[in-house]
């Protein structure tokens, strides 16, 4: 307000007192109103801060419930973990299983003969280790060790090394072979008589055992690392050996103390203080655990929230005290809203369990869940894939050939026929006639192309193949060794067509994409002519009788209902392959419900903005109050002090009046 210190001084009347109690009464029921409406609508946005926060609390809960693969998980136990620890993925059925252990797998170690010193040269020329199962009897007695055979490991590809005057050291070798990282380790021991060399493979197993052939340059000496059916100068040290397991009176045999195919989902660990002989109890179970808990949680943080809800729209008869939201539209709305997400029985899904009652969550009548953890346990162990359907996204075909892979957003509940009109294929090319047996240095190279990568330099071991099929082993590992495929992933298949006397190889992937070609060979005695194959096919066919398109042996529904589903097709018919049945789940339902109501332009957000503005409103109805309030004692100032003025006068007029009669008087 204008402040005016010097009013009063004409009449003597106290001025500020009397416009300040005026201004005061023409401000104070219009404060009194913006006090209120703003007290009001501050409570208000603090009370939808609450239910949001409540409501976001939880949301955060349900993310637990929303991911099939939460659904999924197993455990196993082991009786003695010093002997076998195990472990569980998600594909392992249930059971229970009695396991011996009667043998761990062992990596084969060979060692060179004595040398003077590490710097010591070896020789020169070319070591070619080559993997698979050695036939050898060790020296006993008077009877000196006999190498009797080898037979191939086709799965690993040879280490062929050039040992030349840069190399050609103790160390050298050693180095060279490290460095190659081929499957084969290198180290120099010195037992008291001299250094030598000890080389094993770093897979155990029977069919890891090395051999090892040398080409010899220069200064013979190499050849004294040679370990095979025609030189044998290494000494066995270890001999490669697998892992005897019996699984409930089954044997197994494994090349890895880590066995990972003897149980569907299990992998066993065979540790190294075992007990040979001794039975284990491994006991393999769905693992509930943390999914009923993410779910009792869910429970908790639901209730938390209807807690806050019934305090915030509630009234209390007793002391007639209502709740800042009683009545509010936004709140019953939100709550019919999350009610009905949590209570309807999921669309996709014709069989129990449908609804959350059938899992053990129950509605109460005062709105609260009450989660049964007994019953939940006991259903998803006799269901686990309709537990996870009910809760996740989910595609379950009647096929087993046919395996559910995603879904995108356009994506609906519903049961989808699948049909094949064309197989996935692998792009192949066929050799030409296999004249010859034998690889020279005239025939011993060629390049390929797989899946549009091109290799470098294919060198195949020369030597006269005792068959087609040998020599398809020896192409097929020699393909597969190329460091520039093997950097894209690109592998191939190579097999000897006995009927038509001819090689033939396969890409290992499928679909349009999948292509055989050899790009160079200067002879073709061994029908390696240079050509391209057939290219492979995408599998085609439609789901939900949608169109999908293929991609391999992906299948994508591309219209419809169905659209976005995608499935693997993993056999090569055509026809009918069933049906998928696909359910979005509760989850999804939840989420879209709880994501429209907490989104920036959700209803909550909207009220709360509402409010905020008539928030602002209040500031500014404030503003032009003070102004009014200001102009009205400037008013009243001017309107006082002007009477102020004219009342001084008066009095002066009268003083100066009294004292004339007063002097009259006196004269008289």
């Known amino acids: 307000m204008t402040g005016i210190t010097s009013t009063g001084l004409g009449s003597g009347l106290d001025i500020k007192t009397l416009v300040s109690g005026l201004v005061s009464a023409e401000g104070t029921p219009a404060t009194t109103r913006l006090n209120s409406q703003e007290a009001t609508l501050t409570t208000k946005i603090s009370s939808y801060g609450n239910l949001k926060s409540a409501m976001s609390d939880f949301n955060n809960a349900l993310s637990g419930l929303s991911l099939s693969s939460n659904f999924q998980k197993m455990s196993a136990t082991s009786s003695d973990t010093a002997t076998l620890s195990v472990s569980a993925f998600s594909s392992a059925d249930n059971g229970s299983y009695q396991i011996q ?24 020329g070319t070591l070619t280790i080559n993997f698979g199962t050695t036939d050898y009897t060790p020296a006993s007695g008077v009877n000196p060790a006999v190498y009797n055979s080898f037979s191939q490991n086709t799965d690993k590809a040879p280490l062929t090394l050039t040992i030349d005057s840069s190399n050609n050291t103790l160390v050298g070798v050693r180095d060279a072979i490290n460095n190659a990282k081929g499957g084969v380790a290198a180290s120099i021991v010195n037992d008291g008589s001299g250094s030598r060399l000890v080389l094993s493979s770093t897979d155990a197993g029977a069919k890891n055992s090395l051999q090892i052939s040398v080409a010899e340059t220069g200064t013979a000496g190499l050849s004294d690392l040679a370990f095979d059916s025609s030189t044998s100068k290494m000494t066995q040290n270890l001999a490669a050996q697998d892992a005897l397991v019996n699984i409930n009176g089954l044997a197994v045999t494994s090349s890895s103390n880590t066995i990972s195919s003897a149980l569907k989902g299990v992998t066993l660990n065979l540790q190294q203080q075992t007990q040979l002989g001794k039975t284990i109890t491994v006991n393999v179970a769905s693992d509930n655990t943390g999914i009923s808990t993410t779910l009792g949680t869910v429970v908790d943080k639901y209730n938390a929230f209807i807690a806050t809800v019934n305090t915030l729209g509630s009234y209390d008869a007793k002391t007639k005290t209502a709740g800042t939201l009683l009545g509010d539209s936004v709140l019953q709305s939100s709550m019919n809203q999350i009610r009905s997400a949590l209570t309807n029985s999921i669309e996709g899904l014709t069989s129990s369990p449908r609804t959350l009652s059938d899992v053990g969550v129950s509605m109460q009548k005062d709105g609260t869940l009450k989660f049964d953890s007994t019953k939940f346990n006991s259903t998803i162990t006799a269901n686990k894939e309709g537990v996870t359907a009910l809760f996740a996204p989910l595609g379950r075909p009647s096929n087993s050939a046919v395996q559910y892979l995603s879904y995108s957003t356009d994506t609906k509940a519903g049961q989808y026929d699948v049909n094949i009109t064309q197989a996935a294929t692998q792009g192949s090319l ?21 899946d549009g990568v091109d290799s470098g330099d294919i060198k195949l071991t020369q030597q006269t193949y005792a068959s087609g099929a040998d020599l398809a082993v020896e192409v097929g590992r020699r393909i597969n060794a190329d460091s520039a495929l093997k950097a894209q992933g690109a592998t191939v298949a190579v097999t000897y067509d006995s009927v038509n006397n001819r090689l033939v190889m396969s890409s290992k992937t499928y679909g349009a994409s999948s292509q055989m070609e050899i790009t160079a060979n200067t002879s073709t005695t061994l029908g390696l002519n240079v050509g391209t194959g057939v290219a492979g096919l995408d599998v085609a066919g439609t789901i939900g009788g949608q169109a999908a398109s293929g991609k391999g042996q992906q299948l994508t529904s591309t219209a419809g209902d169905p659209q976005g589903l995608k499935l693997i097709i993993s056999d090569d018919t055509i026809g009918a392959k069933g049906t998928v049945a696909f359910s979005r789940g509760l989850m999804d339902r939840v989420n879209k419900v709880m994501t429209g109501l907490l989104s920036t332009t959700g209803s909550i957000n909207n009220r709360t903005d509402g409010l905020q503005k008539s928030l602002d409103n209040i500031a500014k109805q404030r503003t032009q109050l003070a102004d009014r309030l200001s102009k009205f004692e400037t008013t009243m100032y001017a309107r006082f002090n002007a009477m102020d003025a004219y009342l001084g006068q008066m009095q002066s007029t009268a003083s100066f009046l009294t004292k004339q009669f007063s002097s009259t008087t006196s004269t008289n």
């Open 101 to 124: 252990v009667n043998q761990l797998a062992q990596a084969q170690a060979l060692a060179s003969k004595s040398y003077a010193g590490a710097t010591t040269v070896v020789g020169t």
């Open 430 to 450: 066929n050799g030409g006639d296999l004249s010859s047996l034998l690889v020279d240095s005239g025939n011993d190279t060629f390049k390929v192309r797989v």
